[in-house]
């Protein structure tokens, strides 16, 4: 019979910004209790997965159902990063200062008093920006496409905010901890992470941070460099945000709720030792990760004409993890390649979903995998990030960083 349940556990701080967390980790399991399992499955959504949580449970049921492994949703840190079919993990549309004040600048181009603005009279500012424009180009004095850009954000639930990476893959292995302290009979299985786009870069991210609990990646477009559009947002001269959403006349620009940026006096300047561990195209960090753990398979797609992360620095990290002696398949994809079922076009992702990508990459895995003893055995890692050094490490039933200068 096929079992689901949920699980709310603590995890990890913010130990980069030095921000203690409120929320709770959740994440999810599905298994056939009539079969016996063959691995762990991580299945790990991207930006937008909690945006249909029925689909998600479903995918989640689906792979368990079919290749007789524990698959695991992981709620992680700023999972919340889209609006939901369910509350409690739908974020919230809002205009904070910097937005109102973009959103100002906009309206006296107009001539349009300003004085009334503030966060709940927007709608009907931009109301009447829109009629103006109307009239406009009526009048043929602005062009017939022409639109303003304005900005809004979105606040994630649960006091969260994007951290982007770091805390995201800790609580992974957080939840991989405690899911085995619960049932301990799984703890020697081959223990897989996937998923596409932001969720394949995290997949990438756990093997550097845990290579020892990592036996396979299975990765769709995940980011060999972090994209700075998507840490810092609005800092980002030409940003197109996180999200977007047309109106008459102009376009909205949503940036997630981020404390990152790149004034030097703040707490929360993003420095490039910030960068460095989040970079997975590190020739450096990649001979440390090899040293921990040589034994992961690697299976990764990546479009050529990827407009958001550059196919040729996901090409030269699975280069070195191959020579390293990592097991790696890289499918480059071009036009040639696109079959209109499973690769659909070459677009950032490909246009294949992740239940798509499970049901022909994880069987392939799960064979090479076959009989494959995983032991959860208490280790650490170190990364010098220039003038710091990030340890990652099990401290007990927890999984932890910790930056020394």
Known sequence: MLINQSFEIDSCDDVELNIKRTSKLEYRISYDDEKEIKAIVFIIGGYGANANIYFLDSYRNYIAKNFDVVAVHVFYHCFCQ???DVEKYSTLADFTKDDLKLIEKVLRKYNIPCDQLANNTVVSHCEYLSEIMTELKMLNRLPYDFEERLSATFIPSRGEYQNFGIMAAIDHINALKDLVKR???LADLPKIYGGGSYGGYLALLIAKIAPWYVDGVID???SALPPLNYILGREMEHSYGDYYEDFP???????LKTHWTRKENSPYFFNNENYFIRTLLNKDHLILQSQKNKNIIYVSYHSKEDPLT??????????????????????????NKIDGKFIKNLDHGCGIPDKALFRKELPLMLEKLQKRKSFMQENSISYPCGNKVFTFKDVGDKFELEIKD
């Open 220 to 222: 769709n477009s995940g």
């Open 183 to 185: 049932f301990p009979k």
């Open 310 to 335: 550059p196919a040729n620095f996901k090409e030269q990290t699975m280069q070195i993890l191959k020579i390293l002696g990592y097991d790696v398949s890289l499918n480059l994809i071009d036009e």
């Open 249 to 255: 006349h102009n376009r909205i620009i949503f940036f």
């Open 82 to 84: 889209r609006r939901s």
